[in-house]
Antibody, heavy 121, light 107 residues
């Protein structure tokens, strides 16, 4: 059974750094793209980016390029989403999700439970 | 950047057929996926690659595409179908893109 389990909720201050995780099991981690989706309070879903853990090839939405870092550790089948300088506007629910196939135009078919990030002074 | 356009809301009576549209330039050349999002829950894939339905999704859900518009159709809507629905594609310049979402209300 494919499972994606995300790290717990975080409360941080503006300017701080943060790295949240998505631990996976039940499939070959290195042969499927895995990515992140943001949902700000009361807003819609936003596609942030994906990474192919097999070679660490990462693709970002222009809106998130340079704002976050997506990485993966294939030794522990875990993907990460990282910020170096959090802003209040980063307050949101973040979901990790796996792409169904090996193409970037495949859908997200399995999802983590979400990680709530709150950034407030 | 690439954009997908969805109606903000669709309201209909129990048992009717809901049709949610998704528009975008050159949509005919892209694979469209649809997700259901309920409050407090992770999104669920309901239609992928325009017309395909995951095995766990009821047959009442179907997808189609014609020209620059894709449509998610939900037959015999139930109260449990109330949710936000999002279309999504991959664009070579913009990477992944979600539509703005459509709130389905069952009266």
């Amino acid at each position: 059974e494919v499972q994606l389990v995300q790290s717990g909720a975080e409360v941080k201050k503006p300017g701080e750094s943060l790295k949240i995780s998505c631990s996976t099991s039940g499939y070959s981690f290195t042969t499927y793209w895995i990515g992140w989706v943001r949902q700000m309070p009361g807003k819609g879903l936003e596609w942030m980016g994906v990474i192919y853990p097999g070679d660490s090839d990462a693709r970002y939405s222009p809106s998130f390029q340079g704002q976050v870092i997506i990485s993966a550790d294939k030794s522990i089948n875990t993907a990460y989403l990282q910020w170096t300088n959090l802003k209040a506007s980063d307050t949101a629910m973040y979901y990790c999700s796996r792409l169904m196939g090996r193409n970037t135009n495949d859908p997200f078919d399995h999802w983590g439970q979400g990680t709530l990030v709150t950034v407030s002074s | 950047s690439y954009e997908l356009t969805q109606p903000l809301s669709v309201s209909l009576a129990l048992g009717q057929t809901a049709r949610i549209t998704c528009g975008g330039n050159s949509l005919g050349s892209k694979s469209v996926h649809w997700y259901q999002k309920k409050p407090g829950q992770a999104p669920v894939l309901v239609i992928y690659k325009n017309t395909n339905r995951p095995s766990e999704i009821p047959e009442r859900f179907s997808g189609s595409k014609s020209g620059t518009a894709a449509t998610l159709t939900i037959s015999r809507v139930q109260v449990g179908d109330e949710a936000d629905y999002y279309c999504q594609v991959w664009d070579s310049d913009t990477a992944g893109v979600f539509g703005g979402g459509t709130k389905l209300t069952v009266l």
